[in-house]
């Protein structure tokens, strides 16, 4: 019973939850909504593989947030500047 209580225990829809807001677009509408100044790019991926394969953006309208560092800057709060915009996260 301890064992049972101490384990978190995860609805089974969450999962499938954090994904019901996410869209998948293509190239065209990426285009678009970055020339119109409507989106952020996060893209997870490693460092060097940030640098090698990255989306050509303005300075500010892109981020290297490699997904190893995503929980840190979860917490340390350094994703809350992202949040009033919407986002393309690139991860492949």
Same mark, same amino acid.
């Given at each position: 019973?301890?064992?049972?209580?101490?384990?978190?225990?995860?609805?089974?829809?969450?999962?499938?939850?954090?994904?019901? =807001?996410? /869209?998948?677009?293509?190239? +065209?509408?990426?285009?678009? /909504?970055?020339? @119109?100044?409507?989106?952020?790019?996060?893209?997870?991926?490693?460092?060097? +593989?940030? +640098?090698?394969?990255?989306? *050509?953006?303005?300075?500010?309208?892109?981020? /290297?947030?490699?997904? =190893? +560092?995503? =929980?840190?800057?979860?917490? =340390?709060?350094?994703? *809350? @500047?992202?949040?009033?915009?919407?986002?393309?996260?690139?991860?492949?």
């Amino acid at each position: 019973e301890i064992q049972k209580a101490a384990t978190p225990q995860v609805p089974e829809n969450a999962i499938q939850s954090a994904y019901s =807001s996410m /869209n998948t677009i293509g190239v +065209e509408e990426l285009h678009d /909504n970055l020339a @119109k100044g409507f989106m952020t790019v996060i893209d997870v991926r490693s460092r060097e +593989e940030y +640098e090698k394969y990255r989306v *050509k953006t303005f300075p500010w309208q892109s981020v /290297n947030i490699p997904f =190893s +560092e995503f =929980s840190v800057w979860n917490r =340390s709060g350094q994703l *809350k @500047k992202y949040k009033g915009f919407k986002l393309a996260i690139i991860c492949s």
